[in-house]
Protein backbone atom coordinates (compact mmCIF):
# COMPACT_ATOMS: atom_id res chain seq x y z
CA UNK A 1 0.00 0.00 0.00
CA UNK A 2 2.96 2.60 0.98
CA UNK A 3 4.55 1.25 -2.16
CA UNK A 4 1.54 2.25 -4.13
CA UNK A 5 1.14 5.44 -2.84
CA UNK A 6 4.57 6.24 -3.37
CA UNK A 7 4.24 5.49 -6.75
CA UNK A 8 1.23 7.67 -7.50
CA UNK A 9 3.02 11.22 -5.56
CA UNK A 10 5.74 10.46 -7.51
CA UNK A 11 3.43 10.23 -10.86
CA UNK A 12 1.70 12.73 -9.39
CA UNK A 13 4.85 14.87 -9.02
CA UNK A 14 6.08 14.19 -12.40
CA UNK A 15 2.78 15.34 -14.08
CA UNK A 16 3.49 18.76 -12.64
CA UNK A 17 6.80 19.52 -13.22
CA UNK A 18 6.15 18.40 -16.79
CA UNK A 19 3.07 21.18 -16.77
CA UNK A 20 5.44 23.53 -15.40
CA UNK A 21 8.20 22.64 -17.72
CA UNK A 22 5.44 23.29 -20.85
CA UNK A 23 4.54 26.91 -19.25
CA UNK A 24 7.83 27.76 -18.65
CA UNK A 25 9.33 26.94 -21.86
CA UNK A 26 6.13 27.84 -24.03
CA UNK A 27 6.05 31.84 -22.52
CA UNK A 28 9.78 31.17 -22.09
CA UNK A 29 10.48 31.23 -25.89
CA UNK A 30 8.25 34.25 -26.38
CA UNK A 31 10.23 36.17 -24.54
CA UNK A 32 13.39 34.62 -26.08
CA UNK A 33 11.97 35.46 -29.63
CA UNK A 34 11.28 39.03 -28.98
CA UNK A 35 14.51 39.17 -27.30
CA UNK A 36 16.15 38.17 -30.23
CA UNK A 37 14.39 40.10 -32.84
CA UNK A 38 13.79 43.30 -31.05
CA UNK A 39 17.06 43.26 -28.95
CA UNK A 40 20.24 46.02 -30.04
CA UNK A 41 22.44 43.77 -28.51
CA UNK A 42 21.64 40.53 -30.64
CA UNK A 43 21.00 42.69 -33.69
CA UNK A 44 19.15 39.91 -35.45
CA UNK A 45 15.75 41.46 -36.61
CA UNK A 46 14.79 38.77 -39.45
CA UNK A 47 11.85 36.75 -38.70
CA UNK A 48 12.42 34.65 -41.10
CA UNK A 49 15.69 33.87 -40.71
CA UNK A 50 15.08 32.78 -36.99
CA UNK A 51 12.14 30.77 -37.91
CA UNK A 52 14.24 28.91 -40.75
CA UNK A 53 16.53 28.01 -38.31
CA UNK A 54 14.10 26.59 -35.93
CA UNK A 55 13.24 24.22 -38.61
CA UNK A 56 16.61 23.33 -39.77
CA UNK A 57 18.00 22.65 -36.41
CA UNK A 58 14.83 20.58 -35.35
CA UNK A 59 15.06 18.48 -38.71
CA UNK A 60 18.16 17.75 -38.05
CA UNK A 61 17.85 17.23 -33.95
CA UNK A 62 14.56 14.82 -35.18
CA UNK A 63 16.60 12.95 -37.42
CA UNK A 64 19.48 12.17 -34.86
CA UNK A 65 17.09 11.25 -32.51
CA UNK A 66 14.61 8.62 -34.64
CA UNK A 67 17.02 7.68 -36.95
CA UNK A 68 20.57 7.79 -35.75
CA UNK A 69 20.07 7.45 -31.77
CA UNK A 70 16.51 5.92 -32.12
CA UNK A 71 15.41 7.25 -28.06
CA UNK A 72 11.90 7.91 -30.20
CA UNK A 73 10.31 6.41 -32.72
CA UNK A 74 8.50 7.59 -35.95
CA UNK A 75 4.82 6.58 -36.45
CA UNK A 76 4.23 4.47 -39.03
CA UNK A 77 1.01 4.96 -41.73
CA UNK A 78 2.68 7.69 -44.14
CA UNK A 79 2.39 7.37 -46.78
CA UNK A 80 3.75 9.79 -50.51
CA UNK A 81 -0.01 10.20 -51.21
CA UNK A 82 -0.97 11.89 -47.29
CA UNK A 83 2.54 13.69 -47.30
CA UNK A 84 1.67 15.36 -50.49
CA UNK A 85 -2.28 16.58 -49.72
CA UNK A 86 -1.73 16.70 -46.20
CA UNK A 87 1.70 17.11 -44.34
CA UNK A 88 2.68 20.09 -47.21
CA UNK A 89 -0.16 21.76 -46.33
CA UNK A 90 0.31 21.76 -42.96
CA UNK A 91 4.05 22.56 -42.94
CA UNK A 92 3.41 25.41 -45.29
CA UNK A 93 0.95 26.92 -42.96
CA UNK A 94 3.13 26.38 -39.90
CA UNK A 95 6.04 28.00 -41.92
CA UNK A 96 3.52 31.38 -42.72
CA UNK A 97 2.13 30.88 -39.01
CA UNK A 98 5.97 31.46 -37.63
CA UNK A 99 6.93 33.77 -40.39
CA UNK A 100 3.82 36.28 -39.85
CA UNK A 101 3.80 35.81 -35.09
CA UNK A 102 7.37 36.54 -35.37
CA UNK A 103 7.38 39.28 -37.88
CA UNK A 104 4.64 41.02 -35.40
CA UNK A 105 7.05 41.18 -32.65
CA UNK A 106 9.12 44.00 -34.71
CA UNK A 107 5.92 46.14 -34.62
CA UNK A 108 3.70 45.03 -31.77
CA UNK A 109 4.38 44.47 -28.05
CA UNK A 110 4.68 40.56 -26.62
CA UNK A 111 1.23 41.30 -24.44
CA UNK A 112 -0.96 42.59 -27.35
CA UNK A 113 0.15 40.53 -29.73
CA UNK A 114 -1.11 37.99 -27.38
CA UNK A 115 -4.46 38.86 -26.95
CA UNK A 116 -5.14 39.76 -30.42
CA UNK A 117 -4.34 35.58 -30.88
CA UNK A 118 -7.33 34.82 -28.73
CA UNK A 119 -9.08 35.09 -31.39
CA UNK A 120 -7.80 31.87 -32.77
CA UNK A 121 -10.42 29.72 -32.42
CA UNK A 122 -12.75 32.23 -34.13
CA UNK A 123 -10.98 31.63 -37.09
CA UNK A 124 -10.68 28.04 -36.66
CA UNK A 125 -14.29 27.98 -36.20
CA UNK A 126 -15.51 29.58 -39.36
CA UNK A 127 -12.84 27.80 -41.76
CA UNK A 128 -13.85 24.77 -40.11
CA UNK A 129 -17.88 25.58 -41.18
CA UNK A 130 -16.47 26.18 -44.23
CA UNK A 131 -14.64 22.93 -44.81
CA UNK A 132 -17.67 21.24 -43.74
CA UNK A 133 -15.46 20.18 -39.82
CA UNK A 134 -17.88 22.42 -38.39
CA UNK A 135 -21.38 22.89 -37.39
CA UNK A 136 -23.02 26.22 -37.05
CA UNK A 137 -25.06 26.48 -33.80
CA UNK A 138 -26.54 29.21 -31.74
CA UNK A 139 -24.11 28.29 -28.81
CA UNK A 140 -20.88 28.40 -30.85
CA UNK A 141 -22.42 31.68 -32.17
CA UNK A 142 -22.28 33.18 -28.61
CA UNK A 143 -18.98 31.35 -27.88
CA UNK A 144 -17.51 33.39 -31.14
CA UNK A 145 -19.06 36.49 -30.01
CA UNK A 146 -17.82 36.15 -26.26
CA UNK A 147 -14.12 35.67 -28.11
CA UNK A 148 -14.51 38.60 -30.35
CA UNK A 149 -15.67 41.45 -28.21
CA UNK A 150 -13.09 40.43 -25.55
CA UNK A 151 -10.41 40.77 -28.44
CA UNK A 152 -12.12 44.41 -29.58
CA UNK A 153 -12.26 45.50 -26.09
CA UNK A 154 -8.41 44.44 -25.36
CA UNK A 155 -7.46 46.61 -28.64
CA UNK A 156 -9.30 49.32 -27.63
CA UNK A 157 -7.30 49.36 -24.42
CA UNK A 158 -4.22 48.72 -26.48
CA UNK A 159 -1.76 52.82 -26.21
CA UNK A 160 -0.34 52.03 -29.22
CA UNK A 161 -0.98 50.23 -31.65
CA UNK A 162 0.84 49.50 -35.35
CA UNK A 163 -1.79 48.70 -37.52
CA UNK A 164 1.16 47.10 -39.46
CA UNK A 165 1.94 44.37 -36.85
CA UNK A 166 -1.93 43.87 -36.13
CA UNK A 167 -2.16 42.74 -40.17
CA UNK A 168 0.99 40.56 -39.27
CA UNK A 169 -0.54 39.02 -35.86
CA UNK A 170 -3.70 38.50 -38.09
CA UNK A 171 -1.82 37.12 -40.84
CA UNK A 172 -0.14 34.16 -38.46
CA UNK A 173 -3.72 33.60 -36.62
CA UNK A 174 -5.13 32.90 -40.35
CA UNK A 175 -1.89 30.52 -40.96
CA UNK A 176 -2.20 28.87 -37.70
CA UNK A 177 -6.24 28.36 -37.96
CA UNK A 178 -5.69 26.98 -41.69
CA UNK A 179 -3.06 24.34 -40.18
CA UNK A 180 -5.41 23.28 -37.32
CA UNK A 181 -8.24 22.46 -40.24
CA UNK A 182 -5.68 20.58 -42.62
CA UNK A 183 -4.45 18.99 -39.21
CA UNK A 184 -8.17 18.09 -38.00
CA UNK A 185 -8.78 17.16 -41.61
CA UNK A 186 -5.54 14.84 -41.52
CA UNK A 187 -7.19 12.56 -38.52
CA UNK A 188 -10.63 12.68 -39.69
CA UNK A 189 -10.57 12.05 -43.35
CA UNK A 190 -7.05 10.10 -43.51
CA UNK A 191 -7.49 8.28 -40.27
CA UNK A 192 -3.83 9.11 -39.66
CA UNK A 193 -2.63 9.48 -35.97
CA UNK A 194 0.59 11.16 -35.12
CA UNK A 195 3.15 11.84 -31.94
CA UNK A 196 4.05 15.42 -31.66
CA UNK A 197 7.52 13.98 -32.45
CA UNK A 198 6.62 12.03 -35.74
CA UNK A 199 4.81 14.99 -36.65
CA UNK A 200 7.91 17.26 -36.13
CA UNK A 201 9.76 14.70 -38.13
CA UNK A 202 7.58 15.13 -41.13
CA UNK A 203 6.94 19.01 -40.75
CA UNK A 204 9.70 20.60 -39.71
CA UNK A 205 12.13 20.02 -43.21
CA UNK A 206 8.82 20.85 -45.01
CA UNK A 207 8.47 24.00 -43.17
CA UNK A 208 11.88 24.37 -43.57
CA UNK A 209 11.94 24.30 -47.53
CA UNK A 210 8.88 26.83 -47.34
CA UNK A 211 10.53 29.27 -45.44
CA UNK A 212 14.12 28.56 -47.48
CA UNK A 213 12.39 29.95 -50.30
CA UNK A 214 11.40 33.53 -49.69
CA UNK A 215 13.90 34.49 -47.17
CA UNK A 216 16.38 34.20 -49.78
CA UNK A 217 13.83 36.90 -51.64
CA UNK A 218 12.94 38.75 -48.36
CA UNK A 219 15.60 39.08 -45.95
CA UNK A 220 19.20 37.82 -47.62
CA UNK A 221 19.75 40.84 -49.89
CA UNK A 222 19.06 42.77 -46.68
CA UNK A 223 21.17 40.77 -44.38
CA UNK A 224 24.11 41.08 -47.71
CA UNK A 225 23.46 44.98 -47.39
CA UNK A 226 25.26 44.72 -44.12
CA UNK A 227 28.55 43.25 -45.37
CA UNK A 228 28.88 40.59 -42.36
CA UNK A 229 26.30 39.21 -40.92
CA UNK A 230 24.89 39.58 -37.11
CA UNK A 231 24.66 36.51 -36.17
CA UNK A 232 25.55 34.83 -32.49
CA UNK A 233 25.96 31.48 -32.80
CA UNK A 234 25.43 30.85 -29.31
CA UNK A 235 22.28 32.67 -28.88
CA UNK A 236 20.88 31.39 -31.77
CA UNK A 237 21.57 27.90 -31.30
CA UNK A 238 20.19 28.19 -27.88
CA UNK A 239 16.62 30.01 -29.53
CA UNK A 240 16.75 26.61 -31.21
CA UNK A 241 17.26 24.47 -28.77
CA UNK A 242 14.56 25.58 -26.72
CA UNK A 243 12.19 26.19 -29.65
CA UNK A 244 12.78 21.86 -29.70
CA UNK A 245 12.59 21.21 -26.10
CA UNK A 246 8.78 23.11 -26.34
CA UNK A 247 8.37 20.83 -28.83
CA UNK A 248 9.14 17.85 -26.44
CA UNK A 249 7.32 19.32 -23.28
CA UNK A 250 4.23 19.01 -25.17
CA UNK A 251 4.90 15.50 -26.02
CA UNK A 252 5.38 14.53 -21.89
CA UNK A 253 2.46 16.48 -21.36
CA UNK A 254 0.00 14.97 -23.79
CA UNK A 255 1.90 11.32 -22.60
CA UNK A 256 1.04 11.84 -19.03
CA UNK A 257 -2.23 13.78 -18.65
CA UNK A 258 -4.63 14.60 -21.87
CA UNK A 259 -5.43 17.00 -24.13
CA UNK A 260 -7.40 18.94 -21.19
CA UNK A 261 -4.42 19.25 -19.28
CA UNK A 262 -2.57 21.14 -22.37
CA UNK A 263 -5.46 23.40 -23.00
CA UNK A 264 -5.76 24.14 -19.55
CA UNK A 265 -1.90 24.86 -19.45
CA UNK A 266 -1.82 26.53 -22.38
CA UNK A 267 -4.61 29.13 -21.02
CA UNK A 268 -2.77 29.88 -18.00
CA UNK A 269 0.72 30.20 -20.62
CA UNK A 270 -1.19 32.91 -22.21
CA UNK A 271 -1.67 35.28 -18.95
CA UNK A 272 2.28 34.36 -17.48
CA UNK A 273 3.29 35.59 -21.34
CA UNK A 274 0.61 39.13 -20.82
CA UNK A 275 1.49 39.81 -17.47
CA UNK A 276 5.30 39.17 -17.49
CA UNK A 277 5.63 41.08 -20.54
CA UNK A 278 5.00 43.90 -18.71
CA UNK A 279 7.80 43.78 -16.77
CA UNK A 280 10.55 42.60 -19.15
CA UNK A 281 10.16 44.86 -21.79
CA UNK A 282 9.38 48.31 -22.54
CA UNK A 283 6.93 48.68 -25.23
CA UNK A 284 4.42 46.91 -23.03
CA UNK A 285 2.16 48.98 -21.30
CA UNK A 286 -0.98 47.31 -20.10
CA UNK A 287 -4.08 48.90 -19.10
CA UNK A 288 -7.50 47.80 -17.56
CA UNK A 289 -9.13 48.08 -20.24
CA UNK A 290 -6.70 45.20 -22.27
CA UNK A 291 -6.70 43.38 -18.99
CA UNK A 292 -10.60 43.14 -18.51
CA UNK A 293 -11.21 42.81 -22.44
CA UNK A 294 -8.30 39.45 -22.66
CA UNK A 295 -10.06 38.32 -19.63
CA UNK A 296 -13.15 37.71 -21.18
CA UNK A 297 -11.79 36.56 -24.01
CA UNK A 298 -9.89 33.93 -22.42
CA UNK A 299 -13.66 32.61 -20.81
CA UNK A 300 -14.61 32.51 -24.03
CA UNK A 301 -11.69 30.05 -25.07
CA UNK A 302 -12.12 27.87 -22.23
CA UNK A 303 -15.55 27.53 -23.28
CA UNK A 304 -14.50 26.93 -26.94
CA UNK A 305 -11.92 24.20 -25.37
CA UNK A 306 -14.65 22.56 -22.98
CA UNK A 307 -17.01 22.11 -26.15
CA UNK A 308 -14.33 20.71 -28.53
CA UNK A 309 -13.15 18.39 -26.08
CA UNK A 310 -16.65 17.18 -24.85
CA UNK A 311 -16.88 16.64 -28.83
CA UNK A 312 -13.70 14.98 -29.07
CA UNK A 313 -14.42 12.40 -26.03
CA UNK A 314 -17.19 10.75 -27.89
CA UNK A 315 -14.95 10.09 -31.28
CA UNK A 316 -11.59 8.80 -28.88
CA UNK A 317 -11.66 5.48 -28.43
CA UNK A 318 -10.87 3.32 -24.64
CA UNK A 319 -8.33 1.33 -26.36
CA UNK A 320 -6.49 4.06 -28.08
CA UNK A 321 -3.06 4.21 -26.98
CA UNK A 322 -2.33 7.03 -24.66
CA UNK A 323 0.88 8.34 -27.13
CA UNK A 324 -1.04 8.42 -30.09
CA UNK A 325 -2.87 11.11 -29.97
CA UNK A 326 -4.85 13.06 -32.54
CA UNK A 327 -3.17 16.10 -34.36
CA UNK A 328 -5.79 18.99 -33.06
CA UNK A 329 -6.17 17.26 -29.68
CA UNK A 330 -1.96 18.15 -29.16
CA UNK A 331 -2.58 21.57 -30.43
CA UNK A 332 -3.42 24.73 -27.99
CA UNK A 333 -4.21 28.54 -28.95
CA UNK A 334 -0.38 29.17 -28.35
CA UNK A 335 1.65 30.21 -31.69
CA UNK A 336 4.81 29.81 -30.77
CA UNK A 337 7.47 27.84 -32.40
CA UNK A 338 5.45 25.26 -31.69
CA UNK A 339 3.83 22.04 -33.91
Known amino acids: MADRDRRWAKEELLTYAYILLYIALSSGQIFFNKWVLSSKEINFPYPLGLTLLHMIFSSVLCFMLTKVLKIFKVDEGMTLDVYITSVIPIGAMFAMTLWLGNTAYLYISVAFAQMLKAIMPVAVFILGVLAGLEVMSCRMLLIMSVISFGVLVASYGEMEISWIGVVYQMGGVVGEALRLIFMEILVKRKGLKLNPISLMYYVS ?31 LTLNSLCTFALNLSVFLVISHTSALTIRVAGVVKDWVVVLFSALLFADTKLTLINLFGYAIAIAGVAAYNNHKLRKEAYRVSPEEPAQSVPLVAASTSTNETRI
Not at 208 to 213: G, N, S, Y
Not at 224 to 234: A, I, R, V
Open 205 to 235: PCSALCLLIPWIFLEKPKMDEQGTWSFKPLV
